[in-house]
Structures are given as structure tokens and as C-alpha cells.
């Protein structure tokens, strides 16, 4: 299993970008990311379900989910944060080119004592044969211990992926 990560808090990188290689059509991994099912069935990280509540696959379209700690552990580390068990994402697709590129913004508004703003994770996807490459990188957020919790977090959901796809080098 390939994984890169490289955290903006740890390094002087802009951003933090993840790398996985997995036996699948670009169908089947775009997919993941643009519907309802997919995007549910592996974004939320351990410990949390998401509930998609709009998922507009398009150049600007809406994407609004709701992450939901489930695991008492994960409740607890929510409350020890200052955040509620439970909170709505927004995001818009801000780059959408089918089976090769996708971006969403998401505004992060639902941080006590943080000023609103926006962070963007950006997907691309490298079909080679029966394998194809996806490269995600998400912009740093407000501090370097949030990047560094937003990064763990990412690494969670790609191993939920994971499970779902051989992933490979």
C-alpha cells in the first residue's frame, strides 16, 4: 500500500497531500467522491458517520454533509475540542473536470473562537491500465494543531477507502 502524507504543520509545504494507487476503474473512484452512497460509504474518519444531505456533482455545485461522531471515544474527543457531537459541512465544487479533476471548498464555519474560512482539497485522477492513481491535496488550515488533526483525520478516511479498493505502489 502506497500512502504519502505531508503535513503543513510538520513541514513548510503549503498543503498536505495524500497518494494511493488502487485496482479500480476512474469510474468507480470518481464515483466515491461524487455521489451520495460513495461519498458516505468512506469519508467519515473512525469513529464518525457522515450523512450527505446535498450532493450536486458539478462545476459549482453544493455539497452538504453533516459529520456525526458516533464512538464514545469520539465523542469525547469532540467535546474536549470544544465542538459539538455533530456539525454541517459546506463546500461547493469549485473545480470539476469528469474522471480527471475535482476540488471542493469547504467553509469552515462551525469552529468555536475561529473566524470563517475557506480550505480546499483537490482531487486528481491518473488512470494507467486496470490501476489508477488519485492524488489529493488539501490546503493547511487555521493553525498548525488543526492541520495537523485535519491531516489525521484524511488519513483515517483513506483507510476506509482503502478497505473498499487493493490499494498498491
Request: proline share 7%; hydrophobic share 40%.
Amino acid at each position: 500500500m502506497s500512502d504519502t502524507i505531508r503535513s503543513a504543520a510538520a513541514a513548510t509545504s503549503p498543503k498536505f497531500v495524500i497518494e494511493r494507487t488502487y485496482r479500480a476503474s476512474v469510474d468507480e473512484l470518481w464515483e466515491m467522491w461524487t455521489t451520495k452512497e460513495g461519498f458516505e460509504s468512506w469519508w467519515p474518519p473512525e469513529g464518525c458517520r457522515t450523512e450527505v444531505h446535498t450532493i450536486e456533482a458539478c462545476p459549482n455545485g453544493k455539497l452538504q454533509y453533516e459529520m456525526i461522531a458516533e464512538t464514545p471515544e469520539m465523542v469525547a474527543v469532540m467535546k474536549e475540542l470544544g465542538l459539538p457531537a455533530s456539525h454541517v459541512e459546506r463546500a461547493r465544487f469549485s473545480e470539476f473536470r469528469p474522471l480527471e479533476r475535482l476540488a471542493f471548498t469547504i467553509t469552515m464555519d462551525f469552529l468555536p473562537g475561529v473566524a470563517p474560512y475557506e480550505s480546499t482539497l483537490t482531487v486528481d485522477f491518473f488512470p494507467s491500465g486496470e490501476w489508477v492513481r488519485m492524488v489529493v491535496s488539501m490546503s493547511p488550515m487555521h493553525d498548525k494543531e488543526f492541520t495537523k488533526m485535519a491531516s489525521e483525520g484524511l488519513e483515517s478516511q483513506f483507510r476506509n477507502l482503502d478497505r473498499q479498493f487493493q490499494s498498491q505502489s
